[in-house]
């Protein structure tokens, strides 16, 4: 049975890094157990590609107790580094881990879980080093243990660096972040010149919960000074919004 799977929080749920968190803290101690010939590293990834990893768990082949993941990698970007797995001090022909792993496929979606094992190639120099799921944009993945870095000249991994996001893929960022300044701009409008008595009431609550300084001196939500002073907020609000786009226009990829 998959590990994911037999977890109603990572299945049911998008992984967020909380819960991960706290799934894996209750499994890591086997995960981290060491003896004379091996020692305890820790787990990343590297996502390449432009889709979203949703979760990421290693595996001791045949033990579902002995494992350690990561929580989501977004598209370009690495994982930060976590506790832990056991390999072997020493490199040997033989050493397998199983990687089990799924991408993102939005809120209404099931999960859609790969399970694949890998051989983990030579340590470089000879140095274990933190064991490393590499997601590759042709589909492919890799997995290696080094002591050093991406970008160092002894670098396992087939692309020594980084990620770097596409002209396309960037441009795609840039459109959905000026699409929601858009969005904004809009209500801010609306707001600074015809808000309904529902819009004033809601600010008149929100003033009263986060700024109750706003409010003071006024007689209430439909105070004449009040329905003026939101107006003009909002109104600064929209230029400050249409400057912030301007500047996004000059900046797109």
Known sequence: MSLFSSLNTLRLVRVTSASLSIVLALLLPAACARTDDTVGVSVSAINYTDKELNGFIFEQPGSETRVAGGVPVRPFQGAGRMCCFSLPKTWRPGIKVQLEYDWWQGEDKPRQYITKEFEVP?????????????????????????????GHDKWPGKINGGPIPTLEYRRKVWQEDYDRLQQQ????????????????EESWKFDMARRPEAVQGFRGPQDPRYIEQVRTQFAESFESTKLRMQQMERDRP
């Open 185 to 200: 701009a809009n209500d801010f409008a609306h707001m600074s010149t015809s808000p309904s008595n529902k819009d004033i």
């Open 122 to 150: 030579p340590y470089p120099d000879g140095q274990v080093g933190t064991l490393w799921a590499l997601f590759y944009p042709d589909g492919s993945v890799e997995v290696v243990s080094s002591d050093f870095a991406p």
